[in-house]
């Protein structure tokens, strides 16, 4: 063969590859718009049935020189790329997503500003005891100059026999200091019909690990018009996290804080492993705030300052921890709260850091 014949045939060969090139995407086209058509009669894009039948009618016109199971395994991965290609379509579709709205979304607490570059911060105690409990711990997070208070009404714990928390009385309770203290209140809550008493009590309404993919109470976070933090589930990848917080905002609600606390790994040296690596990835993935909890994360309170400060370091909106004035009397988490003085060397400690601006 003279080299003008072989270049006629690579010519050709290029020729055939950008026919192919172009017969893919034109298939693509089509699989996209069958999809959206799909998507509008509720169906389901995956049809193994169909895929079948294709694949039956390509091999029963395979005349060679590829083996029938060759064109199969061609085909089917143009097949796969044609459905992640609508999973991309369906990614970019997501309100909470940067794709969908590219700058920062800012949720106003009681006129702090949470995912605007600023670092913020939340403390209080696990549970809410009593009126003075809350009272003590209010006290000293407001002499230092923060408004965000926590502390758990409703607790979805371990055990049953475990402490389950105050309820109404205790959202009562975080009211009447949230108005003495003129701070912001941040609790739990563990069923959908308690949603709506809660807005009345609290500033922000916080959803639990155990409770992320508790869908109707996702929903009934959604409808109304008040702040929800929505921390990571134990187990939860990233994209069901990201897609907890689309159930909030699909209902209409926006106003949406995600808090990495920990994820359940084989390592036992902490409660639980904190997936810091998750906060820019989220800041890149959502438009939401990102928060980190690093009480619950580690399980150890010579752990929260070095993990707050690394939350800081690695773009987390904001920090969260436990403070109370006694823990080794507290009702739940004893091991990992913080004591008043702790509380003020955690601040103290925070303050010299040089890339803390609080
Ligand atoms: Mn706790």
């Known amino acids: 063969m003279s080299n003008n014949q072989l270049d006629q045939l ?4 290029d020729e055939l590859n950008l026919e192919l090139l172009s017969l ?3 298939r693509a086209l089509l699989v996209q718009e069958i999809g959206r058509a799909k998507e509008t009669q509720g169906v389901y894009r995956y049809d193994p049935v169909r895929e079948r039948h294709m694949l039956d009618l390509i091999k029963e016109n395979n005349n060679g020189p590829f083996e029938s199971s060759t064109i199969e395994h061609i085909f089917k991965q143009i097949f796969k790329a044609g459905l992640e290609l609508q999973e991309d379509d369906h990614r970019k ?11 920062n979304t800012i949720i106003d607490v009681k006129g702090v500003k949470i995912g605007d570059g600023s670092q913020q911060f939340v403390f209080g105690p696990c549970s809410v005891e009593s009126y003075e409990q809350v009272a003590t711990v209010a006290a000293a997070v407001k002499a230092k100059g923060f408004k965000l208070l926590r502390g758990g009404a409703y607790k979805p714990r371990t055990s049953p026999y475990d402490f389950q928390g105050l309820g109404l009385e205790g959202l009562k309770i975080l009211k009447r200091v949230a108005d003495e203290y003129d701070m912001a209140v941040i609790s739990e809550i563990v069923t959908p019909n308690d949603i709506e008493t ?15 993919q508790n869908f109707e109470l996702l929903k009934a976070a959604g409808a109304v018009n008040k702040p929800i933090l929505l921390k990571r589930g134990l187990s939860a990848t990233i994209e069901e996290f990201i ?13 949406i804080i995600l808090c990495e606390r920990g994820i359940r790994t084989y390592e036992k040296a902490t409660r639980n492993t904190l997936d810091i690596s998750a906060v820019p990835i989220l800041k890149q993935e959502t438009h939401l705030p990102v928060m980190v909890d690093v009480t619950h994360s580690t399980g150890r309170r010579d752990l929260l300052l070095p993990t707050a400060k690394a939350a800081i370091a690695i773009g987390a909106d904001g920090v969260m921890a436990e403070v109370h004035p006694d823990p080794a009397v507290a009702l739940s988490d004893n091991a990992q709260q913080m004591d008043l003085k702790q509380f003020d060397e955690f601040v103290s400690s925070l303050r010299s850091s040089a890339f803390v601006q609080i």
């Open 10 to 13: 690579r010519k050709r060969v």
């Open 24 to 26: 893919i995407n034109e």
């Open 93 to 103: 579709a997501l309100l909470v997503s940067r794709k969908k709205k590219p700058e």
């Open 198 to 212: 809660a807005v009345d009590y609290l500033d922000v309404i916080q959803i639990g690990a155990r409770n992320m």
């Open 243 to 255: 897609n907890a917080a689309e159930y909030i905002m699909s209902q209409g609600n926006g106003q």
